[in-house]
């Protein structure tokens, strides 16, 4: 039996039109209260914006093999020991018989202040993923196999985002792939290096613009770094485990 992507494109133009109304409501439910948060702070405050993915990676888990696994999205249930601190609370963990299965953060950044925004972005991701693994050897999650742990940035689609950027270190040069990359092709080349030293099992970026509030469309920058290759890799991942269990 083949691996169900459990619709994965239109559940994803779902979430991406979600996201949107969600930040745009937010927005106005502050302007009618006359308390509005600085720059696009408006928008996020309010919830959890990117709640469309978080179902969609649990209809992955439903539709591969572990129909009764517990997905957890919210408050202490998505907590974690950490070896350089005490916990982290993820977006979403998926157990099966206590065993932990996968655990996936999802990001999103609105313009306008890429620059200083990315960084930060990359530090909490490598971060995250090195306590993580640190956890892992130290037995913080029992005796399992290596968990999927997934990454999932949006990106807003605009001339901010795709323009080039001009970067200068002065003492040695920055790695080539950098030169002149724009912010979104930054978080295509963070994914890429995050898989290659698997610190992620796998990670995305997505680009979607405002306007996308009504058709939901989003773009890629490769294939490596898309959204099919996360969901496929974690069909994977919930289809062998089922396997281990009905075996």
């Known amino acids: 039996m083949g691996l169900n ?3 994965y494109q239109l559940k994803a133009r779902k979430a991406v039109r979600e ?5 745009e409501s937010a ?3 502050q302007l009618s209260r006359d308390k509005v948060d600085q720059g696009e702070r408006a928008g996020v405050t309010a919830g959890r914006n990117m709640n469309g993915f978080l179902n969609l990676m649990a209809a992955v888990a439903k539709e591969n093999g572990l129909p009764r696994a517990d997905v957890h999205l919210t408050g202490r249930l998505v907590t974690l020991p950490g070896y350089f601190r005490p916990t982290k609370l993820w977006d979403m963990l998926i157990l099966n018989d206590n065993r932990l299965i996968a655990a996936i953060e999802l990001k999103s950044q609105v313009g306008p202040s ?3 925004n990315f960084n930060n972005r990359a530090e909490e991701a490598l971060g995250t993923a090195v306590d993580l693994w640190r956890a892992y050897r130290e037995g913080a999650f029992g005796d399992i196999c290596r968990p999927f742990v997934g990454w999932l940035m949006l990106v807003e689609d605009c001339p901010a985002s795709r323009k ?3 970067d200068n270190a002065p003492h040695f040069p920055v790695f080539a792939d950098f030169k002149d990359a724009s912010y979104a092709m930054r978080y295509e080349i963070l994914c890429r290096k995050m898989m290659q030293e698997q610190l992620y099992t796998a990670a995305t970026v997505l680009l979607a613009g405002r306007k996308c509030a009504k058709t939901g469309a989003y773009s890629e920058l ?3 770094t898309g959204l099919k290759a996360m969901v496929s890799q974690l069909a994977a991942h919930i289809a062998a485990e089922a396997a281990r269990v009905q075996h």
């Open 114 to 116: 890429f620059g200083n």
């Open 5 to 7: 992507l459990a619709n």
């Open 164 to 166: 080039t950027v001009k």
């Open 19 to 23: 996201f949107w109304s969600k930040r």
């Open 222 to 224: 490769s294939d490596m």
């Open 27 to 29: 927005r106005e439910t």
